[in-house]
């Protein structure tokens, strides 16, 4: 019987310092979309507290991809800026 790790980690990838950038690019421009999608949703209904029984779901869900998303451009951009640092300190040495 042949068996294969059933979850695969990209730490023995590497990713070009360029495509991650791409990818933030990309990230960061649907965090300003999905803002805009808030703000659209909030001034549609007037509500725009979100401790408010009657905040709409949209927007609530929205807030919450939202905050999914700034924690991922955070995590690759501390990466991105280890794996820079390293590079700079390994051609130093």
Same mark, same amino acid.
């Given at each position: 019987?042949?068996? $294969?790790?059933?979850?695969? @980690?990209?730490?023995?990838? @590497?990713?070009? &310092? =360029? ?5 933030? @690019? ?11 999608? +808030? /703000? ?8 725009? &507290?979100q =401790? &408010?029984?009657?905040y709409? +779901?949209?927007?609530k =869900?929205?807030?919450?991809? $939202? &905050?999914?998303?700034?924690? @991922? +451009? /955070? ?8 794996? +820079?640092? $390293?590079?700079?300190? =390994?051609?130093? /040495?």
């Amino acid at each position: 019987m042949n068996m $294969h790790p059933r979850y695969v @980690t990209a730490r023995n990838n @590497t990713v070009p &310092d =360029s495509t991650v950038s791409k990818i933030l @690019t990309e990230l960061v421009l649907a965090c300003q979309l999905i803002e805009a999608d +808030i /703000a659209a949703e909030e001034g549609r209904t007037g509500i725009f &507290d979100q =401790s &408010d029984a009657r905040y709409p +779901i949209l927007a609530k =869900s929205l807030n919450e991809r $939202h &905050d999914n998303l700034k924690g @991922t +451009i /955070a995590t690759l951009e501390q990466r991105l800026t280890k794996k +820079i640092q $390293h590079k700079v300190f =390994s051609e130093a /040495a």
